[in-house]
């Protein structure tokens, strides 16, 4: 593409959730310019999710004759968790002291969110960075009025409107656009994967989606054999998936169920890190219930 003068080109950049979406079904209905919509396929997205996106392209060639632009890595997520090889020498000699395997990153990490990163946010910012340098695009996010202190410099039509993350889902709603009904299970509809869901989005995956609870307890026993009972090997602190499938299935049984850390030299027994009987937390579930986890 030639150079040309800022505002000939206009790139919106779709997460598939309810804010985005809502962002480029107004600009359409507002007549707003829209010459390129881009996506990044993690790989790990909802069945419903994926049906959504087909719909809003189907939509997105009916009213403007265009197409998704759809970015995704050339391995995935997987291939990221447990084979991608480690290069840099500093990584590679922390791995050998702490006898951790050369290759994979594990499970993503509250520091080191490799998965956003490299299947997200990367992608979207590298074509919308080109298509700035190439033609001085204009890129709009779908952030909405209730969230703007995200805001770092885009532009912005749900703030620049004043429409709420609320408001966004309902006009969805309005428009037809119900994620296969996502949301009226999910409070957000991210990867099915993600270590950072809340122990009830937990508790529903396993309900509604059991086919993909089975492949995430799959991906966990990978990554016990591979990294074992470190940060890299367990879904969250003190956590496997296998221990919460344990756990949530003695919850529908009423059964009692009680978590506890290995013992450490010196103590008479293990560290309690949570009960079901009892409610009584240990300092590392105490830790992950501050985080929203328990």
Known sequence: MKKTGKGDYHAVSLSGGKDST??????????????????????MEFPEMYRHIGKVDAYLFRERGLHIHVLRHPRGFEWLMFDEPKQKKSAVER??????????????GIRVRWCTGQLKTHLITKEVNRLKGECNAVSYVGIAHDEQER???????????????EQALRYCYGKGF????????YHRCSCWCCPFQRIDELRKLRKHHPELWGRMLEMDARALGQFGETPLGMFRKGWTVGA??????????????????????????????????????????ANQESEGFL
């Open 244 to 285: 919460l499938d344990e756990r949530f299935e003695a919850e529908e049984q009423g059964r009692k169920f009680c978590r506890h850390r290995k013992k450490e030299p010196g103590a008479e027994e293990p560290a309690l890190l949570f009960c079901t009987e009892t409610g009584i937390l240990g300092a590392d579930a």
């Open 178 to 185: 119900d994620w296969g009904g996502l949301y009226e299970i």
């Open 95 to 108: 791995r050998i002291r702490d006898g951790v395997p050369l290759c994979g990153n594990g499970w993503p």
């Open 22 to 43: 809502a962002m480029l079904l107004m600009m359409i209905e507002k007549g707003m310019p829209v010459d390129g919509v881009f996506w990044a396929d993690t790989g």
């Open 151 to 165: 805001c770092k410099g885009e532009r912005y039509p749900l703030v620049e409107w004043q429409v709420t993350e």
